[in-house]
């Protein structure tokens, strides 16, 4: 036998001579299997794993129903951390020589270790992304459409505004886009419309041609259907809403965003319309209304026993059409 020249014993003694010895025995003999499992069991030993899988595969070649071949490649593969082919080795080699209970201890290893990637693959797998939902209100100028999507960053978002319809896509946390198209009751003013991006949602407002409340946010309007707009009570996307509610929810979810200019002074407003009486509230609804939104007076006692008159800006000229 080619083994009992290079026997394993020899090869522990000193793996890097017995490399040597191994490789000069090859040059005069190239086909010699058994030659390429001791070759391979040496690099074994000096962790060149690669060169083990290499010449145990030379091996298989030569002599395909060696189970040392098949032993030498599994062990190189192992450790390599190429478990399914060790497996795939071990299992062929336990099939030529069953009585080798070797190959059943290394087929027991792979699976063990195989088990514990699928588990830690199934663990760190990326949850489902939930699915991005959107809701509405309105007041008596604006429909506002809210799509509660988290972290947007700021240019995520692009926006169609159009006479009776509302086209946007959002870049979501997750690198996906979320597209809302929407073809609305009513027609819009397209250029006094806009959206903003909060750290929570994105906030979309239709500026209405029309002070009239809008009975759903999609589908065909009829004139008959228009009613008074309601100041105190609208509907959304769920059921009838409370003005009231509404101003609250909006202030606990904005704290955090740093408002300036108009949404400034809109956030102060709304903020003394939530913490007034009803008889402010009745007076901010009714002057506001009656000015046609050039005064907004919070007393009752002045506005609840006249018609408040408009009063625009000194520079403003206010025009009827």
């Known amino acids: 036998m080619a083994t009992e020249r290079f026997p394993d014993s020899f090869i522990d003694e000193d793996p890097q001579k017995a490399l040597e010895a191994l490789d000069e025995a090859l040059q005069g003999d190239s086909d010699n299997a058994e030659w390429f499992c001791q070759r ?4 074994i030993l000096l962790k060149n794993y690669s060169c083990a899988v290499d010449d145990a595969k030379k ?31 071990f299992t062929q080699g336990h099939q030529l020589d069953a009585s080798d209970t ?20 199934s663990d760190n797998r990326t949850p489902a992304v939930p699915p991005v939902k959107h809701d509405w209100y309105q007041t008596e100028s604006q429909v506002i459409v809210t799509v509660m999507a988290k972290n947007v960053p700021k240019d995520g ?48 407002k239709l500026k209405k041609t029309d002070a009239m409340r809008w009975e759903k946010l999609e589908g065909e309007g009829q004139e008959s259907n228009i009613k008074h707009f309601d100041p105190n009570q609208y509907p959304s996307s ?43 509230k009745r007076a901010m609804n009714k002057s506001f209304m009656e000015s046609g939104g050039t005064v907004l007076s919070t007393n009752w006692v002045d506005v609840g026993k006249r018609k408040v008159e408009m009063n625009p800006p ?3 000229e206010f025009k009827k059409y």
């Open 314 to 316: 000194e520079d403003v």
């Open 102 to 121: 070797s190959f059943e201890i290394w087929i027991k290893r792979c699976e063990e270790i195989m088990g514990e990637q699928t588990q830690i693959g």
């Open 157 to 204: 978002v692009s926006v169609n505004f159009m006479e009776k319809e509302l086209s946007a896509t959002i870049q979501l946390a997750s690198g996906e886009n979320y597209n809302l198209d929407l073809q609305l009751l009513f027609p819009i003013i397209p250029q006094q419309s806009n959206f903003k991006i909060l750290t929570t949602k994105v906030e979309f």
């Open 238 to 280: 769920h059921s009838a809403c409370n003005w009231d509610k509404v101003m609250v929810d909006l202030g606990e979810e904005e704290k955090t965003d740093k408002l300036e200019g108009d949404a400034a002074l809109n956030k102060l407003f709304q903020q003394i319309y939530c913490d007034g009486t009803d008889e402010v």
């Open 59 to 89: 091996a298989q070649q030569l002599t395909p129903s060696l189970p040392l071949a098949f032993m030498r490649t599994g062990i190189a593969e192992y450790h390599l951390n190429h478990y399914k082919s060790a497996h795939a080795a």
């Open 40 to 43: 391979a069991y040496a690099h």
